[in-house]
């Protein structure tokens, strides 16, 4: 084999966004899902509101930003439930890197995998909703923002549920609480350029949100996943 | 498996050893502490002072609605109708303290595996949700002659409605373990991040309902509270502190003697022959 020597963080990183690639790849169709299940919602909410463009237009900033949240919450289950099943997770615990540098790289390619396919899509929520065209870069940049936020705060909720067979809509449950934030300043950000203001503020937060869950989440998410686990 | 010191500390460094200070060297506070810690001692405890509690609690609320409900002059804006806020805003500071006390407990019980600490977080649970529960009921009922809405998505209210739901997650993750002590840090980190984003969910709301604002006007504020419509606030916040207290007491004792049912001081209490 190669060095005896304890893996790099980044070798030990690099290992696994080819695992997960890779992975990914294989089922490379599962990746659309997410973005159907959004379209999906948006279609729910267009038929039950009625079609009248301004009614749509107005709720647009909203709904899109619901139907992109619930879409990354079913997605939430497989982050570890793969890994939890096969044995993986056990071995991560046993790994000599951190568990909360293999849950941070895990949840990046979680949402590269989930998320980046939902982003491509949003052109076309938008579309539908009727969104106006001078919001979509905020819209865009909000989301952008936004997503890796839920998927960070999603993976502590997941490894709290890890160990669980059903624990669909309790992991629901756990979780809204926690996107009420994310939710409220990205939406509202979007809200507030339609407005004619400057949506700097609610974006900037959101950006101040990420930085802080970058550093906090997975290590919560570690002492989540010792604590299923044992 | 672990045994003890943060998962991020590496090597276990030694731990301060209870242990090897004789009881009779002890500080007696810390003694006290440390008997608390041990099942039976904590249900003789809990057995003894729990209604305590509860009568302090009933006392003094009885006092404080008395004077709240006949002895307080009317509103000059909102005649009789705010008396409600002497049980709206002491449920809603305690439905926020209770959530601080488990996430205290809870972290305790997550980096000391005290048992008791465990079982006394999750004993704050129900207790903080029907706090919530109760100050969301009489805003809606306050809201009602005064909004005219039984509902209105003031800041307020959407954050209690939010911190609802975290305790009644809380509380479904702990129902939804099989193992008692992994249920309890399960939910322990669970209120330690609930309590982290409590503060930010807040200051979203209040963000939010700035930026929609429009739809209503505050009429109420606290800051603005006359010097004579005091004291009965002061009253019934100690008697929901107390009331609290004795809740606390109650379930945390139900719950360890659910844990420690087949053991004998567990038998002896009952009653059990053997």
């Not at chain 1, 939890?84 to 071995?91: I, M, N, R, V």
């Not at chain 2, 709240?68 to 449920?91: C, E, K, N, T, W």
């Not at chain 2, 048992?115 to 006394?120: D, G, P, Q, V």
Request: aromatic letters at 10%.
């Amino acid at each position: 084999m190669s060095e005896a020597s304890t893996p790099t963080l980044a070798s030990a990183a690099r290992a696994l966004v080819r695992r997960d690639l890779r992975l990914l790849w294989r089922r490379r169709g599962d990746a659309l899902q997410p973005a159907l299940f959004a379209i999906l919602v948006v279609v729910l909410f267009a038929l039950a509101m009625g079609s009248e463009r301004e009614l749509l237009a107005r709720a647009a900033p909203g709904v899109l930003w619901v139907a992109v949240l619930l879409s990354g919450l079913l997605a939430l289950d497989t982050l570890f439930r793969g890994d939890a099943e096969d044995g993986s997770l056990e071995q991560w615990r046993l790994a000599p890197v951190p568990l909360a540098w293999l849950v941070l790289v895990r949840t990046l390619m979680h949402w590269l995998t989930t998320a980046a396919p939902l982003l491509l899509a949003v052109p076309l929520l938008a579309e539908l909703l009727y969104l106006p065209r001078p919001l979509w870069p905020v819209m865009l940049l909000a989301l952008g923002l936004g997503t890796p936020l839920l998927s960070l705060l999603g993976a502590v909720v997941s490894a709290l549920t890890v160990g669980m067979r059903r624990a669909g809509v309790l992991l629901a449950l756990l979780a809204l609480p926690l996107y009420v934030p994310v939710l409220v300043f990205g939406a509202g950000s979007v809200a507030q350029a339609a407005q004619g203001h400057d949506p700097a503020g609610g974006l900037l937060l959101l950006a101040a949100g990420l930085l802080l869950a970058l550093v906090l989440a997975p290590v919560a998410a570690a002492t989540a996943i010792r604590i299923a686990s044992q | 498996m672990e045994t003890g010191g943060s998962p991020a500390c590496g090597r276990a460094a030694p731990l301060p050893q209870r242990a090897d200070v004789p009881m009779s060297n002890m500080n007696p506070v810390v003694r006290w502490f440390h008997q608390l810690g041990s099942p039976p001692y904590f249900d003789r405890f809990a057995a003894r002072w729990a209604p305590w509690a509860f009568a302090l609690g009933l006392a003094t609320m009885a006092v404080g609605m008395y004077l709240g409900l006949f002895v307080v002059p009317a509103d000059y804006q909102q005649g009789d109708s705010f008396r409600i806020l002497y049980i709206h805003v002491p449920s809603a500071w305690m439905s926020m303290a209770m959530f601080a006390l488990m996430a205290f407990y809870g972290a305790i019980a997550l980096v000391w595996r005290i048992k008791l600490c465990e079982i006394l977080a999750m004993a704050c649970a129900p207790v903080g949700a029907a706090f919530t529960l109760i100050t969301l009921a009489t805003g809606s009922i306050w809201g009602k002659p005064m909004w005219g809405t039984w509902w209105d998505w003031d800041p307020r209210l959407t954050s209690q409605l939010v911190l609802l739901f975290l305790y009644f997650g809380v509380i479904g993750l702990y129902a939804a373990i099989e193992d008692r002590r992994a249920a309890a840090r399960a939910a322990s980190l669970l209120a330690i991040v609930g309590v982290v984003m409590l503060p930010i969910i807040r200051y979203s709301v209040v963000w939010w309902n700035s930026l929609h604002q429009g739809q209503t006007i505050r009429v109420f504020g606290e800051s603005s509270m006359d010097a004579s419509m005091l004291p009965p606030l002061l009253w019934m916040v100690v008697g929901t502190k107390f009331w609290a207290i004795g809740s606390v007491l109650a379930r945390a004792r139900a719950d360890n003697l659910q844990r420690e049912a087949g053991k004998d001081w567990v038998r002896r209490a009952a009653g059990v022959e053997r």
